[in-house]
């Protein structure tokens, strides 16, 4: 698994004309998953992304997790985070699980977040065409892969 997390004021996700998922200050969360992700995987970032220290304390130190500071959480998935642009310009996809193996493990980690977490993510729709609207808050951005875990 391969997540993209960004510390936001706003965060929002939009299908067609409806909002799906909304947050004020918190982490947007862009989770891309390959054949090879599991339960392990899911545990780890969960847990990982939970704890992860990114908030500013009252003296501007980034040193509080999102469960500190009464923040959100808006998951949504993301293929094209496991393009291969090795050959060509035409980014392959190849390395992005299929459906019947992502949607599972998307759905097991939005509980494993809010089991992590304490709180009810906010999502989109998988396999939707979906815009995206975020303040980065920094701006930070924090990219983590279970597979080299740093």
């Known amino acids: 698994m391969r997540a993209v997390i960004q510390r936001v004021s706003r965060a929002e ?6 909002a799906a998922g909304r947050i004020g200050k918190g982490l947007l969360i862009l989770l891309g998953i390959v054949e090879e992700d599991g ?14 220290r990114i908030f500013d304390d009252d003296n501007g130190v980034m040193n509080l997790p999102v469960t500190e500071v009464n923040g959100g959480i808006l998951i949504v998935s ?3 985070l496991h393009a291969s642009t090795k050959k060509g310009n035409r980014p392959s996809y190849i390395k992005a699980a299929r459906p019947e193996t992502a949607i599972p493990l998307y759905e097991d980690f939005i509980r494993q977040m809010e089991k992590d977490s304490g709180i009810t993510p906010e999502t989109g729709e998988f396999g939707a065409m979906m815009q995206v609207e975020l303040v980065n808050d920094g701006p930070v ?7 080299s875990r740093e």
């Not at 996700?13 to 409806?18: E, F, L, M």
């Open 13 to 18: 996700v939009t299908i067609g004309q409806s």
């Open 39 to 52: 339960p392990e995987d899911i545990e780890w970032l969960s847990g990982k992304i939970a704890r992860l």
């Open 78 to 80: 993301q293929f094209t």
């Open 141 to 147: 951005t924090i990219i983590i892969d279970t597979k």
